[in-house]
C-alpha cells in the first residue's frame, strides 16, 4: 500500500523567511496530493492541493510542487507570518485504488514561525 | 469553519463501554470520512460512506462500526472501547466519490477512555 514520508518534522523560520516541507510517497498511481494545515485545538484544514497532471500550483504565500518521477511533492511557504504556526499535513491518494476513498498522511511537520 | 459539524466535542467514559459519535457533512456534501488521530500513529482513515453506502474502508476494527443516513449525516459506533482508543476522531466531506475530491475535516471529537 501506499505510504507518504514528511520530512522535518519540527521547523523554526523567522517571521518573513521561508518554509519548505517534504514529501516522498511509494506508490506511483497516487494521483491526488493535498496539504492541510492543523491548528491547535482544531480539525485539519486543506491550503491547497496538485493533482499528477500538473507540476506546480501557488495560491498567493503558498505554493507546492510535485516531482512524479522522483515521487515527492514539496509545500513552499513564502514570506511567512506568526499565524502561519501550525502542524502540517501532506498527503496523498490514488483515486482508482484499492482503497479508494483513501488519503495517507505523512506524520506531520510543526511550523514555528518566531516574530 | 468548513462546515462540517460534530459532536459531541468531547467524551471521557470507562473501558468496556460504547459511545457514538455524530458528523453533519457540509451542505451538498454526499461522501462522508472517519479519520482516527492519535499521537502514535497519526491521522489514519477508518471508513467512507457515499450517499448511505459503505464505500471505502481502512484501517477499521471490529469493534467500529458507522453508518450514513438518509439525511447524510453520519455516525461513527465505538464498543468495547480500550485505553488504547483513546484519540482524536474527525469527520471529513466531500462532493462526490473519489478520494480526489476536497475534503474538509470537521472540528474532531476528543475520546478519552479511562
Known amino acids: 500500500g501506499e505510504n507518504v514520508e514528511q520530512h522535518p518534522s519540527t521547523l523554526s523560520v523567522q517571521e518573513g523567511d521561508s518554509a519548505v516541507i517534504k514529501c516522498t510517497y511509494s506508490?506511483?498511481?497516487?494521483?491526488?496530493f493535498p496539504w492541510y494545515k492543523q491548528e491547535l485545538g482544531k480539525g485539519p484544514q486543506l491550503i491547497i492541493d496538485i493533482r499528477s497532471n500538473v507540476g506546480e500550483k501557488k495560491d498567493q504565500r503558498i505554493a507546492v510542487t510535485l516531482n512524479k518521477t522522483a515521487k515527492h511533492f514539496s509545500l513552499h511557504i513564502t514570506e511567512t507570518q506568526p499565524e502561519d504556526s501550525a502542524v502540517y499535513f501532506c498527503a496523498a491518494s490514488n483515486e482508482y485504488g484499492g482503497s479508494q476513498g483513501n488519503l495517507i498522511f505523512g506524520k506531520g511537520t510543526k511550523l514555528s514561525v518566531k516574530p | 469553519d468548513s462546515g462540517v459539524t460534530q459532536t459531541p466535542k468531547h467524551l471521557i467514559t470507562a473501558t468496556g463501554q460504547r459511545v457514538t459519535l455524530r458528523c453533519s457533512p457540509r451542505s451538498g456534501d454526499l461522501s462522508v470520512y472517519w479519520y482516527q488521530q492519535s499521537l502514535d500513529q497519526g491521522l489514519q482513515f477508518l471508513i467512507q460512506?457515499?450517499?448511505?453506502?459503505?464505500?471505502a474502508k481502512g484501517n477499521i476494527l471490529e469493534r467500529f462500526s458507522a453508518q450514513q443516513f438518509p439525511d447524510l449525516h453520519s455516525e461513527l459506533n465505538l464498543s468495547s472501547l480500550e485505553l488504547g482508543d483513546s484519540a482524536l476522531y474527525f469527520c471529513?466531506?466531500?462532493?462526490?466519490?473519489?478520494?480526489?475530491?476536497?475534503?474538509?475535516f470537521g472540528p474532531g471529537t476528543r475520546l478519552t477512555v479511562t
Open positions: 506508490d506511483s498511481a497516487s494521483n491526488y
Open positions: 471529513a466531506s466531500s462532493v462526490g466519490r473519489e478520494s480526489s475530491y476536497e475534503q474538509y
Open positions: 460512506y457515499y450517499n448511505g453506502e459503505e464505500r
